[in-house]
């Protein structure tokens, strides 16, 4: 085990690239009320950069996975970090839509490579702790999260929606430096090679595959109302920009505190789907409240779909790890894979809710997103009660 101050530099940076991580994963949601006559789109527009970005995240999940078996979690943290962010760095010059999601997709990609690694390193160096580590890392989301959703719209107000992005491009930056000099290498040398037999028990794995079913239903709410709830605020309550920055920072706020008790209390719980099936119909019920047009119901809706976001990920990243049937070296593998099912499912949301959004307006488009929610109940009925390996 490395010394004490090793252990803790090597965690308060990964947890300080989770931070920078959030806010370059979230700003864009922040922005998007500048962006668009900037770029000249409209709601469907935006619909399609977010779809883009979960493209990205979801599609290059298990190869970074398997780089970090390969070559490493440091290796592949590093790269996925400096990936993403000379992406963000590009996504400020933007002119069109298409350079814009072809941009938003790189970001995505190399925050793929991120997450499943970095999670196995906090871990790690937290005595392998698995969901005390995961709750750390789900708050540090949920506080860069904040900072990319409200400070991102003063910022890009004050200064500039372009500058904002220059900015959040150089901070991904100064975070891949600190992980590189601070978290040890890791253990082994480059001459490990993916055994393809524990790749595939990993990707057949009813429960992994179930998990990630289930992990999709819970990013339903927080995918629509981090990425819309701003821009929804402003265009059709028509309440100030800063005010609509604040409602929809809610859905960070609170994981702060809900990851890291979620993280203590998956230790100790007897059925992890009771959490979750709670955790699905809460944040459907989230969606349904901003069928009512109002800026109370705005401010509900994201201050639950933040509460359960922060059980629901923890929970079922927690169980993740436990439910990986191919040894510890695989963790970061199995992870990835539901990540994957998760992400690469969560490009569908925003296309269905802008659809919605353009053709019958806010309120439909709400209700509609609550039904689909309320659709991942049914794998959730099929998963173990006690999903652990």
């Not at 995918?223 to 309440?239: A, G, R």
């Not at 809706?301 to 509460?307: D, Q, R």
């Amino acid at each position: 085990m490395a010394d004490p101050l090793v252990r803790r530099g090597a965690v308060s940076s990964l947890v300080f690239a989770r931070v920078v991580y959030a806010v370059n994963w979230l700003n864009i949601g922040a922005i998007y009320v500048l962006v668009e006559p900037s770029l000249g789109v409209g709601t469907s527009g935006l619909g399609t950069l977010t779809a883009a970005f979960y493209l990205g995240l979801g599609l290059t999940q298990i190869p970074g996975g398997v780089m970090a078996a390969k070559w490493g979690a440091k290796r592949v943290v590093v790269a996925g970090v400096l990936v993403s962010s000379f992406a963000v760095l590009g996504t400020s010059a933007c002119t069109t839509l298409t350079q814009f999601a072809l941009l938003r997709f790189a970001v995505g990609a190399g925050m793929a490579m991120v997450f499943a690694p970095a999670v196995v390193l906090v871990s790690r160096h937290m005595g392998d702790r698995t969901g005390p580590g995961v709750g750390l890392f789900n708050a540090a989301y949920d506080f860069g999260g904040v900072i990319g959703l409200f400070g991102w719209v003063v910022l890009a107000s004050e200064y500039g929606w372009r500058e904002s992005l220059l900015l959040a491009g150089f901070l991904g930056i100064l975070t891949a430096v600190l992980v590189f000099r601070l978290v040890p290498n890791d253990p082994g040398g480059l001459e490990f090679s993916v055994d393809r037999s524990a790749l595939g028990a990993i990707i057949a794995n009813r429960q992994l595959v179930l998990i990630g079913f289930v992990t999709l239903g819970v990013a339903v709410g927080n995918v629509l109302v981090s990425s819309f709830m701003i821009v929804y605020v402003e265009k059709s309550l028509h309440y100030p920009i800063v005010a609509a920055g604040l409602v929809g920072s809610m859905v960070v706020v609170l994981p702060i505190f809900t990851a890291i008790w979620a993280g203590r209390m998956y230790e100790k719980a007897t059925e992890p789907k009771t959490v979750l099936l709670l955790v699905l119909v809460w944040s459907g019920l989230a969606l349904l409240m901003c069928g009512y047009p109002s800026i109370y119901t705005a401010l509900a809706s994201s201050v639950l779909a933040g509460v359960v976001a922060g059980f629901g990920f923890t929970f079922a990243f927690s169980a993740a790890k436990d439910v990986n049937p191919a040894g510890a070296r695989y963790d970061g593998l199995a992870i990835a894979w539901v990540n994957a099912i998760q992400l690469t499912g969560a490009f569908f949301p925003p296309l269905l809710y802008t659809y919605f959004v353009d053709t019958h307006g806010y309120s439909v488009a709400w209700e509609a997103s609550a039904l689909l929610c309320m659709i991942f109940v049914v794998p959730l009925l099929l998963m173990a009660r006690r999903p652990r390996g």
